[in-house]
């Protein structure tokens, strides 16, 4: 059984950062892609970023978090990592991490992901 655990979450003033974390547990030693998404009041679930290949090496963002989050991950711990700086109240959101081990397919959408962690919830004060 997979299992996603994040961590990280929590409340900062706007221009703070946090790091989130997600470990995956069973299933398959490695996956094809890790990424987070997340998901404000009243609003669709959204992607921010995947960290893909095989290799862990190709990155996409969100234009919106561009040059503020880093994707990162350890294939190691079988853990993916997002480091947020300079946080905005709009970055205000439960954030989920994902995982797939298919290829060749559409790695933002939703749809795409099988397995899901619980979200962990992220506060950015004005």
């Known amino acids: 059984q997979v299992q996603l655990v994040e961590s990280g979450g929590g409340w900062v003033q706007a221009g703070g950062s946090l790091t989130l974390s997600c470990a995956a547990s069973?299933?398959?030693?490695?996956?094809?892609?890790m990424a987070w998404f997340r998901q404000a009041p009243g609003k669709e679930r959204e992607f921010v970023s995947v960290i893909s290949g095989w290799d862990g090496r190709s990155a996409v963002y969100v234009d919106s978090v561009k040059g503020r989050f880093t994707i990162s991950r350890d294939n190691v711990k079988n853990t993916v990592y997002l480091q947020m700086n300079n946080l905005k109240p709009e970055d205000t959101a439960v954030y989920y991490c994902?995982?797939?081990?298919?290829?060749?397919?559409?790695?933002?959408?939703?749809?795409?992901?099988?397995?899901w962690g619980q979200g962990t919830q992220v506060t950015v004060s004005s």
């Open positions: 994902a995982v797939t081990d298919r290829a060749y397919i559409d790695l933002k959408l939703y749809a795409s992901y099988r397995y």
């Open positions: 069973g299933g398959t030693d490695i996956w094809y892609a």
